[in-house]
């Protein structure tokens, strides 16, 4: 009786196994098909609800941002179908995935630099009421803002950039080590691609 408990258990585990290696391998493939729910939040910002075993697939652990906040941001692009590749490279440029910092003229907040004179009757429109504080709000009211700006673009990268970092499709400043924006955001995709 003990020795077929004992291989029932094992039995179960193998399959639990093979069924997860067989999942990994599916949603490595098709994981930008898939729209999950998006999470719930508490006043604590590190509290992040997971609603899918698969939410572990958007956890990237060379990137400095909590497990829960990823799975939030992937689960965020899902929602606005937008590349979380993408997204992580524009944080990262941003602010270098530093969630509460302020720019030094202090209108630019958290980890999507979202400046507070542009964006404030968007992020009110879209009861977005903590978006300067709260990296869930920042990068969900960001995603806003760019899913207009690849609208404006016509879906082109580069002028989606432009209007996001601009405001207009103008040629972008060059950096005192000679890149622009495009460029920087780019190489930081080209970085994460390579890493994952």
């Known amino acids: 009786m003990k020795n077929s408990i004992f291989i029932g258990i094992l039995l179960s585990t193998l399959l639990l196994i093979a069924k997860i290696n067989f999942t990994a391998d599916k949603e490595k493939i098709n994981y930008s098909n898939q729209i999950l729910e998006v999470p719930c939040t508490t006043e604590n ?7 899918n075993y698969d939410d572990i697939y958007a956890y990237y652990s060379f990137i400095p941002l909590e497990r829960g906040l990823q799975v939030s941001i992937k689960q965020l692009c899902d929602k606005y179908n937008f590349s979380y590749d993408m997204m992580l ?3 990262m440029n941003e602010s270098a995935f530093q969630e509460n910092i302020i720019s030094e003229d202090g209108h630019d907040f958290g980890l999507c630099q979202i400046r ?3 964006w404030e009757n968007t992020a009110k429109d879209n009861k977005l009421n903590n978006w300067k504080i ?3 709000e920042n990068v969900e009211l960001a995603l806003i803002i760019l899913t207009q700006c690849r609208e404006m673009a016509d879906g082109d990268l580069e002028n989606m950039l432009k209007y996001y970092n601009l405001g207009e499709i103008k040629d972008f400043p ?4 000679g890149t622009t924006y495009y460029e920087r955001v780019t190489n930081n995709y080209n970085w994460i691609l390579t890493n994952k």
């Open 45 to 51: 910002e590190s509290e992040y609800e997971f609603h």
């Open 89 to 91: 490279a524009i944080i």
């Open 174 to 177: 060059v950096y005192e080590d």
């Open 134 to 136: 709260n990296s869930y």
């Open 116 to 118: 507070d004179t542009y």
